[in-house]
């Protein structure tokens, strides 16, 4: 893909980026689709439930149903809201989430943009969601969406301080922010990959990654049995289902992200195993990581408020700081 | 960080554990013998005590009697017997009373219906709702050794 | 200058955590609760007004409908103030019976409890584990008496069904069971720390608000009161067997939910030996008068219920339908508490303490 970017820009060239974005698209949303579903299941299987089996073969067409079921719902705006922003605020909240994919490598050669700066770009565009939720709060004119939409600010934007700090450990090793070259420098043995060096980094990620996504136990924003639904109480039909396809398409990035930074991204556990291609190595790194997520969430209760806030603030800033120092220290003496 | 542990173990132990969901619509319940269902009436058994009209504690049930047909017998036979099922509330009662078991329960419960007109039942409906009839009734409201 | 104001929100009838038609209006000081009013009545019926028009067998479905997640206790408290004025004898078969299935339904109700706070609190596994086990119980239930949840079960005099074939059995099974799933659930949630972050010292209050408030039940025994009408004015068959009661320290929602998963061990515990010393045939109604009809005077019963004290008194004239009846609701009695508990305390905790009460609204209201 990298060298038509050094191409300058022409129908032909045009043409190939708008159809690699449809097929990034593609994979997305079908990795929505099945998110929710396995979501489904793997929950439904650890409450003693079956979760979805009536839409297709295994209920394997349940969330194409619902999603057939959410496009053909009245569209609906409050007649107090602001109707404008209340437009916006699930495609500002798209727009970036699907961006942010553009520069996630899936192997050696499979990536989109091949990007310097790597990490920032997510943390800088990722940033806007926050901002759609606000507004989406803010727009719906409604109590327990304002209180969803303000907590979800406070949220995110604490959550983000000590995701970027977390990685800075693993910049400094790398040298790099470039996820390629964040990737490559964890090639050999499973010990290699920098979720073991950098397992204080790791751990602050993995805990403000959960938390960017909004998910338990974070879920504060639309935390329901206090604030309803939070931020999309008003929300009905396909604007919903953005906001819901935003929240997946988050759980992908840092689901790759993870895999990348912390766990070797393509790398196999141990050389040996090279003949097996690295996007296979890739996925079940990241299906771990998915069903990891949807595990805690069948088992964790919820957090409240000001918890989230000093957990961010005392506990794991300190700790990306101390984390960073080490590391420093680590690369001084070997 | 221990008890999350521990919790996450319990969630991981029972993804393989039996599940307890029932394929309902598919499979039908079936309910242990005394299951309070929709009553069956048998016109034929009823003297018109009205006994169950009395116990009833909605007032759900409406009965009328008429003259038996027979000259040579005495007594009263049913005319109209309607149970309201908008305010039945299963309580039992009224089997419980029956000195004959004209009306006893059924372990039929699928009640829901598109209109509310069809929620009052009555005595033809009531006679042909004849399948799944409760076996054991039970009734001890009325006297020992009495009208059976 | 910035201008702020406070927020009055509304919260229910309709929402997902007031576990009914309960409503709240909660002033807001940014997240903080600076005033908050509760409003019932929602899911009044009448049940003590309609009562007057009923004899007294007719009464007990409707006792299933005040608090309908432990309505055998409800059929209890009615039919126990009818013997007691009455003078009647109640055979002993049909008081194990009634004792059993007053445990069962305690276990089951508080099993209700701990998986719907459970889920207040944001975890969404504990609900269907404990209602995956409340459904054995009413299973054992509908086999029994033939109702999952309005069960009419007891008479003045007796109970209305005798145990079937193995149901004694199938219980034993069950209390066996339930000690294994007790220690999953413990396992699940308790030592969890987020979850302890979240009910430690929450809603707290000393022994002396909660007796001025009239509190009972384990909303009483969390703050060390050791008060259960089980122990201290044994009713039933209950001097007969050996359980403790259990008491917390702090009066925190953390010891009230103790205090709750205590009672289920402790019920297990009562139902072994009940289970143990069930006499082998009796019969299971007493010599009752056809028509019930108490002499005229006045009575006051209580017992204790999953929630608390529940009471009924009865004000009779001698006729079949009682003067007067009022029940001591225990949801209603406890509720009380909440806009002193609640103020200062976030819109989180409301959910918390709210929980933490364990009220059924159909108890409130009645």
Redesign the interface.
């Known amino acids: 893909m990298q060298h038509f970017w050094n191409d300058p820009l022409g129908w032909g060239n045009a043409g190939i980026f708008i159809a690699g974005a449809v097929a990034v698209l593609a994979v997305v949303i079908f990795f929505v689709t099945y998110a929710i579903y396995f979501e489904r299941k793997f929950i439904g299987w650890m409450q003693f439930r079956k979760g979805p089996n009536r839409v297709g073969p295994l209920g394997l067409l349940q969330t194409v149903a619902d999603v057939a079921k959410l496009l053909l719902k009245e569209d609906t705006i409050p007649s107090k809201a602001d109707k404008g922003l209340f437009v916006l605020a699930p495609v500002l909240a798209f727009v970036p989430s699907f961006v942010v994919l553009a520069f996630i490598p899936y192997s050696m050669n499979l990536q989109f943009a091949d990007l310097n700066v790597g990490f920032l770009y997510y943390i800088a565009l990722s940033g806007i969601t926050t901002i759609a939720i606000v507004v989406g709060g803010w727009a719906s004119n409604n109590k327990y969406s304002l209180l969803g939409g303000m907590r979800s600010a406070a949220q995110m934007i604490s959550y983000e301080v000590p995701l970027v700090m977390s990685i800075v450990g693993v910049v400094m090793m790398t040298g790099s922010l470039n996820l390629r070259d964040i990737v490559i420098a964890q090639e050999g043995y499973f010990w290699d990959w920098n979720f073991l060096p950098q397992i204080l980094g790791f751990g602050i990620f993995v805990i403000s990654a959960i938390s960017e996504l909004n998910r338990t136990p974070f879920d504060l924003p639309e935390a329901e049995s206090e604030l309803v639904a939070g931020y999309h109480v008003e929300y009905s039909g396909f604007r919903f289902a953005f906001f819901m396809l935003t929240e997946y398409i988050y759980l992908y990035a840092i689901a790759c992200l993870t895999t990348l930074l912390f766990l070797g991204g393509w790398n196999p556990p141990f050389p040996q195993l090279d003949f097996i291609p690295g996007v296979l190595w890739f996925f079940l790194k990241f299906a771990f990581i998915v069903f990891t997520i949807f595990w805690i969430r069948a088992t964790f209760p919820r957090l409240r408020v000001d918890q989230l806030m000093s957990l961010a603030w005392k506990v794991l800033l300190p700790l990306a700081i101390l984390n960073i120092f080490l590391t420093a220290l680590g690369i001084e003496l070997m | 960080m221990k008890g999350m542990l521990k919790g996450l173990g319990v969630s991981l132990k029972t993804m393989s554990s039996k599940k307890v969901t029932m394929s309902y619509p598919d499979m039908p319940v079936v309910m242990p013998d005394r299951f309070r269902g929709i009553q069956y009436f048998e016109p034929d058994k009823c003297i018109v005590c009205n006994q169950c009209v009395r116990i009833c504690p909605t007032e759900c049930i409406t009965l009328t009697g008429k003259a038996n047909p027979d000259p040579e017998k005495k007594g009263k036979v049913i005319d109209t017997y309607d149970i309201n099922f908008e305010i039945c509330i299963l309580c039992d009662l009224c089997t419980e009373v029956c000195p004959t078991e004209a009306i006893v329960m059924t372990n039929n419960f699928e009640l829901a219906t598109y209109s509310r007109d069809d929620l009052y039942k009555d005595k033809d409906w009531l006679f042909a709702n004849n399948v799944n009839v409760r076996q054991d009734n039970n009734n001890i409201g009325s006297p020992k050794g009495g009208a059976k | 200058m910035i201008r702020t104001e406070e927020?009055l929100?509304n919260v229910g009838p309709q929402?997902?955590?007031t576990h009914g038609v309960f409503r709240i209006v909660v002033k807001l000081d940014g997240?903080i609760i600076t005033e908050a009013t509760p409003v019932m009545g929602y899911l009044h019926r009448g049940t003590e007004k309609l009562a007057e028009n009923?004899n007294y067998?007719?009464?007990?479905?409707?006792t299933?409908?005040m608090d309908y997640v432990s309505a055998m206790t409800n059929n209890y408290v009615l039919v126990h103030a009818v013997e007691k004025m009455m003078g009647l004898e109640v055979p002993e078969r049909a008081e194990f019976l009634r004792l059993v299935v007053m445990e069962l339904q305690r276990i089951a109700s508080h099993l209700v409890w701990w998986g719907t706070y459970?889920?207040?609190?944001?975890?969404?596994?504990p609900?269907?584990?404990a209602f995956?086990d409340r459904?054995r119980i009413l299973g054992l239930f509908?086999?029994?008496?033939?109702?999952r949840l309005?069960y009419?079960y007891m008479?003045v005099g007796?109970v209305?069904?005798d145990a079937?074939d193995g149901w004694i059995d199938r219980v034993k099974t069950f209390v066996k069971d339930m000690y294994v799933r007790l220690d999953?659930y413990h396992?699940?949630?308790?030592?969890?720390?987020?979850?302890?972050?979240?009910i430690k010292g929450i809603g707290q209050y000393d022994v002396k608000t909660a007796i001025e408030y009239g509190l009972s039940g384990a909303n009483l025994r969390c703050t060390g009161v050791d008060w259960d009408l089980r122990k201290a004015e044994p009713y039933s068959l209950y001097d007969r067997f050996d359980f403790d009661v259990v008491v917390g320290k702090n009066g925190d929602c953390y010891d009230r939910y103790l205090c709750r998963l205590g009672e289920i061990t402790q019920s297990l515990r009562i139902l072994e030996q009940a289970l143990e010393q069930f006499p082998g045939e009796g019969d299971t109604?007493g010599k009752v008068p056809?028509v019930i009809r108490p002499p005229a005077g006045e009575i006051y019963v209580r017992i204790e219920s999953p929630r608390g004290e529940i009471g009924c008194h009865i004000v009779s004239k001698g006729k079949a339908e009682p003067y007067r009846l009022k029940f001591r609701r225990p949801s209603f009695v406890n509720l009380q508490i909440l806009p002193k508990l609640l103020i200062g305390e976030?819109?989180?905790?409301?959910?918390t303490i709210l929980g933490g009460i364990d009220i059924v609204l159909g108890e409130v209201d009645c």
């Open positions: 927020l929100l929402h997902p955590s997240e009923l067998t007719q009464i007990i479905p409707y299933d409908r459970l889920l207040d609190i944001g975890a969404i596994s609900f269907l584990y995956s459904e509908n086999e029994l008496c033939g109702a309005t009419n008479r007796g209305k069904w079937p999953e396992n699940l949630v308790s030592g969890n720390e987020i979850f302890l972050a979240r109604m056809r976030n819109m989180t905790n409301m959910v």
